[in-house]
C-alpha cells in the first residue's frame, strides 16, 4: 500500500481561512519533466515527515519568466512575473521555498522590482534549517562512506552566495564529500543556464555537459548529488554519454534524504 502524498494547495488554506508557513513553488522543471518530478515528490515526502505546514499553488502556478528573460524577451518575462506576483500578493505569501535555482533567483531578485517582495529559500536551505530547528533527522546509513561531489548549479552559487546548506546536508549523511576542481565560486555551468536548456548547443569543440562530467569524473564519485532539476538533467545525460550510468548515480538533494529516510 503506497501511501498517498499530501499536498495542499493555496486556495484550500485560502478556504479554510488559514496560512501555511511555506509556499512551495514547484516550477516548471518539477511539474512536467519526468525526471525531475521524482525530486518533487522526495521534496514533499520530506514536508510531510518533517510536518511541515505548506502549500502549491497547483494549477494557478505560471512559468516565472526566467528562461524568457535569459533568452532577450523582457515584455513576456515581465507578463509572466507580473500574473504570478498578483496570485502570489493576493494569497498575502510570505515565504517561498523552491527545489530550482532558477526559479529561486529570479523571485527572489528579480521580482522584488515588479512588486513582488518575498523570503525566498532554495530547498537545500530549507530542509538544512528544518534538520537544525530537529524537525528532520537524518541517519546517513545508507550513504555511510559514499564518494559524493555536489555540483554547485551557478544560480545558487556564483549568483546567490548558497554554497554551505547543500554540502552539510551531504555531510550529515555520514558520506565522504569529495570537490571538483572547479566548484564553489569557480563552480562551472553544467550547460543548460541562460535558457540553453530548450535549445541545441552551437557547434564547438565539446559540450558544456561533458566537460563538466569529466571533471566529476576524474574525482571518482559514487554519487554526483545536484541542486537543480536542469543541472541533474545535463550531468545525467553527461554520465550517459561516458557510459557510466550503472556505477555513477544523479542524484538531488532532496532525493538523498528521502533515501537515507526511507521515505
Given at each position: 500500500?503506497v501511501?498517498?502524498?499530501?499536498?495542499?494547495?493555496?486556495?484550500?488554506?485560502?478556504?479554510a481561512?488559514?496560512?501555511?508557513?511555506?509556499?512551495?513553488w514547484?516550477?516548471?522543471?518539477?511539474s512536467?519533466d519526468?525526471?525531475?518530478?521524482?525530486?518533487?515528490?522526495?521534496?514533499?515526502?520530506?514536508?510531510?515527515?518533517?510536518?511541515?505546514?505548506?502549500a502549491v499553488?497547483?494549477?494557478?502556478?505560471?512559468c516565472?519568466?526566467?528562461?524568457?528573460?535569459?533568452a532577450?524577451?523582457?515584455?513576456l518575462?515581465?507578463?509572466?512575473a507580473?500574473t504570478?506576483?498578483?496570485?502570489?500578493?493576493?494569497?498575502?505569501?510570505?515565504?517561498?521555498?523552491?527545489?530550482?535555482?532558477?526559479?529561486?533567483n529570479?523571485?527572489?531578485?528579480?521580482?522584488?522590482?515588479?512588486?513582488?517582495?518575498?523570503?525566498?529559500?532554495?530547498h537545500?536551505?530549507?530542509l538544512?534549517?528544518?534538520?537544525t530547528?530537529?524537525?528532520?533527522?537524518?541517519?546517513?546509513?545508507?550513504?555511510?562512506?559514499?564518494r559524493?561531489?555536489?555540483?554547485?548549479?551557478?544560480?545558487?552559487?556564483?549568483?546567490?552566495?548558497v554554497?554551505?546548506a547543500?554540502?552539510?546536508?551531504?555531510?550529515?549523511?555520514?558520506a565522504?564529500?569529495?570537490?571538483?576542481?572547479?566548484?564553489?565560486?569557480?563552480?562551472?555551468?553544467?550547460?543548460a543556464?541562460?535558457a540553453?536548456?530548450?535549445?541545441e548547443?552551437e557547434?564547438?569543440?565539446?559540450?558544456?555537459?561533458?566537460?563538466?562530467?569529466?571533471?566529476a569524473?576524474?574525482?571518482?564519485?559514487?554519487?554526483?548529488?545536484?541542486?537543480?532539476?536542469?543541472?541533474?538533467?545535463m550531468?545525467?545525460?553527461g554520465?550517459?554519454?561516458?557510459?557510466?550510468e550503472?556505477?555513477?548515480?544523479v542524484?538531488?538533494?532532496?532525493?538523498?534524504?528521502?533515501?537515507?529516510?526511507?521515505?
Amino acid at each position: 500500500m503506497v501511501s498517498e502524498l499530501k499536498v495542499p494547495t493555496m486556495a484550500e488554506f485560502f478556504a479554510a481561512s488559514t496560512v501555511p508557513e511555506v509556499l512551495f513553488w514547484v516550477g516548471c522543471a518539477g511539474s512536467f519533466d519526468d525526471r525531475a518530478k521524482k525530486i518533487t515528490k522526495a521534496f514533499v515526502k520530506i514536508l510531510n515527515k518533517a510536518n511541515v505546514s505548506f502549500a502549491v499553488l497547483g494549477t494557478e502556478e505560471s512559468c516565472t519568466g526566467d528562461p524568457a528573460k535569459r533568452a532577450g524577451n523582457e515584455f513576456l518575462f515581465q507578463m509572466q512575473a507580473v500574473t504570478n506576483i498578483e496570485v502570489l500578493n493576493a494569497y498575502e505569501i510570505k515565504k517561498i521555498v523552491t527545489a530550482c535555482p532558477h526559479c529561486f533567483n529570479t523571485i527572489k531578485n528579480e521580482y522584488p522590482g515588479l512588486g513582488g517582495n518575498y523570503e525566498v529559500v532554495h530547498h537545500t536551505q530549507f530542509l538544512k534549517q528544518l534538520l537544525t530547528e530537529g524537525r528532520i533527522s537524518m541517519e546517513g546509513g545508507t550513504f555511510k562512506g559514499k564518494r559524493i561531489t555536489f555540483h554547485d548549479p551557478c544560480y545558487l552559487g556564483r549568483a546567490n552566495g548558497v554554497y554551505e546548506a547543500p554540502r552539510d546536508l551531504i555531510r550529515k549523511l555520514d558520506a565522504e564529500l569529495v570537490e571538483m576542481k572547479s566548484c564553489k565560486q569557480r563552480g562551472l555551468c553544467c550547460g543548460a543556464g541562460g535558457a540553453q536548456m530548450f535549445k541545441e548547443p552551437e557547434k564547438g569543440d565539446k559540450d558544456v555537459n561533458i566537460e563538466r562530467t569529466e571533471q566529476a569524473l576524474e574525482i571518482k564519485p559514487d554519487i554526483i548529488a545536484a541542486g537543480c532539476p536542469f543541472c541533474n538533467t545535463m550531468m545525467t545525460d553527461g554520465v550517459k554519454n561516458k557510459e557510466k550510468e550503472d556505477s555513477i548515480a544523479v542524484m538531488d538533494i532532496a532525493e538523498l534524504i528521502a533515501t537515507a529516510e526511507d521515505l
